[in-house]
């Protein structure tokens, strides 16, 4: 499903982030990238994005170089995957709602179908009764958990979560684990990047291990091992 | 799809202006000053050409005649006159009038009007009063009196002076004056204009660097350009419309003012009552620019954080 071929990618000032980069992640699969800060996890993720490009190689979404896409199709393939960050990255003058149903009409769902499907990713996480709240009015776990909502309201293909647990407790870690393993069942690819040793143990999925740019290891039931 | 798609842009850029308040306010606050300046341009450049055109209409071409002169001889060299390309309008005063002209203005002079009294014929000639279409072609009228061959000796006859060859230099330097004040009216307009745009568009730019993070994060949820965009150019529009109320209703007392102070200052000229009787078009002429540089300048400054 998504494809690095021989990627490097260098930041001015030659700072190599990724060198060699070969490896493809399958449909439906829970995988962990796990690694020191700055070892190029969040790079990878923004190449899968196509946020950043890579200095060399090629990164593939099924059979599409995301890098030589047109701006309407990239907006097509980023409908095709949700996200979820360390940092939420929610709107801020927007209610959770309003968060959830601005990625619905993104994605040009009618009224009657985001009235419909709203509430219920809202109940599904947990927050139906703070519909009306702004992302400051709700505590991390929270914000992470209507990002997640976010991220699986129009069913894409692959959810990113780069570093979802970063700023929350380990109930909430816990939380938000729990609800990306039962994402993953329902047949939704999940890329997730952490330095959690508790969170990639007990996934108990496939480990890339990153260090200094390079994958030093590659483990189909793998654990925390740096 | 797109009436629905213009509806949630309408309504987000609603909600984005009514909930971004302070931000909101700074750029209404600028835009507000922006359309006053614009608008402080138009009653000006109102002041100056009214002033001008009232001083163009004092100036004209009188020629005078000798008393006795044979009427139907000046009525023909009036019907000359009025035939040359020039001339804007020709206005005669008889002998009679003029005579009637120069009691009234010597009503308490009693020596002058006892002197005329005791002469047994009018002294006071008839004159003819010449506007010109434009004030540089008062001297090329004043030639036609100076060639004779054009009038013939007869008609030269009955020619006492001409003045404006008196009025030369004063006719000349209002000429030069009324030249570089239109100039100078409509330089300092397209200044005072441009340092506005130059100034609404630094803070809509700013207003818009806040939500740059908002911008990214849409992008990655899948927004397209225009689904990004859209909401901000309508808080642009809203910007200019909230800003040229505001702009409107605080010209009403400001040209209240002027209209009471400054209306002999200003040579009769009433602001408040050329505002009251011109509002819709500064209505139409500021939403107009303000929704212009306020959608445009949202358009153009979103399109920049688009880039992701």
């Known amino acids: ?226 | 799809m797109p009436m629905v798609n213009f509806k949630r842009t309408v309504r987000t850029g609603f909600l984005n202006f009514m909930r971004n308040g302070i931000v909101s306010l700074s750029s209404v606050i600028v835009m507000t000053i922006t359309l006053s300046v614009l608008s402080g341009v138009l009653l000006f450049q109102h002041v100056l050409e009214t002033t001008l055109v009232n001083i163009e209409n004092n100036v004209d071409v009188a020629v005078y005649f000798v008393p006795g002169a044979d009427e139907p001889t000046i009525l023909s060299l009036q019907t000359q006159v009025n035939a040359l390309p020039e001339v804007a309008s020709t206005d005669y005063v008889t002998e009679k009038d003029a005579l009637a002209d120069f009691r009234a203005r010597h009503a308490n002079d009693t020596t002058t009007i006892q002197a005329l009294d005791v002469l047994d014929q009018n002294p006071i000639g008839g004159l003819l009063e010449i506007k010109a279409k434009d004030i540089s072609q008062y001297e090329s009228i004043s030639n036609f009196f100076a060639d004779t061959g054009t009038l013939g000796t007869g008609t030269a006859s009955i020619i006492d002076h001409v003045d404006y060859n008196k009025n030369k230099a004063e006719i000349d330097t209002i000429n030069g004056i009324l030249k570089k004040g239109r100039s100078l009216g409509f330089l300092l307009m397209l200044v005072l204009i441009a340092l506005s745009v130059v100034v609404t568009f630094n803070t809509v730019r700013l207003a818009i660097y806040f939500a740059r993070e908002e911008i990214s994060v849409m992008r990655l949820v899948g927004a397209s350009r225009g689904h990004v965009q859209g909401p901000f150019v309508i808080e642009g529009t809203l910007y200019g419309i909230v800003a040229t109320l505001l702009t409107l209703v605080i010209f009403l007392p400001i040209t209240y003012w002027f209209g009471k102070h400054m209306t002999d200052f200003f040579q009769g000229i009433n602001l408040f009552t050329y505002y009251l009787t011109h509002i819709y078009e500064f209505l139409i002429v500021l939403v107009v620019f303000g929704v212009g540089v306020g959608a445009l300048s949202s358009f153009l400054a979103a399109r920049k954080y688009l880039r992701v």
Request: hydrophobic share 40%.
């Open chain 1, 1 to 226: 499903m998504i494809y690095f071929n021989s990627v490097k990618k260098e930041y001015p000032k030659d700072t190599v982030a990724l060198e060699d980069i070969t490896l493809s992640i399958n449909a439906g699969e829970f995988v962990s990238i796990v690694g020191h800060s700055g070892a190029g996890k969040t790079t990878l993720i923004k190449l899968i994005l196509a946020e950043e490009s890579p200095s060399e190689g090629t990164v593939f979404f099924e059979s599409l170089d995301v890098n030589r896409l047109k701006n309407r199709q990239l907006t097509e393939l980023r409908r095709r995957i949700g996200t979820v960050f360390q940092d939420f990255k929610l709107l801020g003058n927007k209610t959770a709602y309003e968060n959830i149903s601005f990625a619905m009409e993104a994605s040009g769902k009618t009224d009657e179908e985001i009235a419909a499907d709203v509430p219920h990713v809202l109940d599904l996480v947990g927050l139906l009764e703070k519909r009306e709240h702004f992302p400051g009015q709700l505590s991390g776990g929270e914000k992470q958990r209507l990002a997640i909502a976010r991220a699986i309201i129009n069913q894409p293909e692959v959810i990113i979560a780069d570093e979802p647990t970063g700023n929350l407790d380990p109930i909430n870690t816990y939380e938000i684990v729990q609800i990306l393993k039962k994402i993953n069942d329902l047949g939704t690819t999940i890329i997730l990047t952490t330095h959690n040793r508790g969170v990639v143990d007990s996934i108990g999925k496939r480990v890339i291990t990153l260090e200094k740019g390079k994958v030093i290891r590659d483990d189909k039931d793998g654990r925390y091992m740096i």
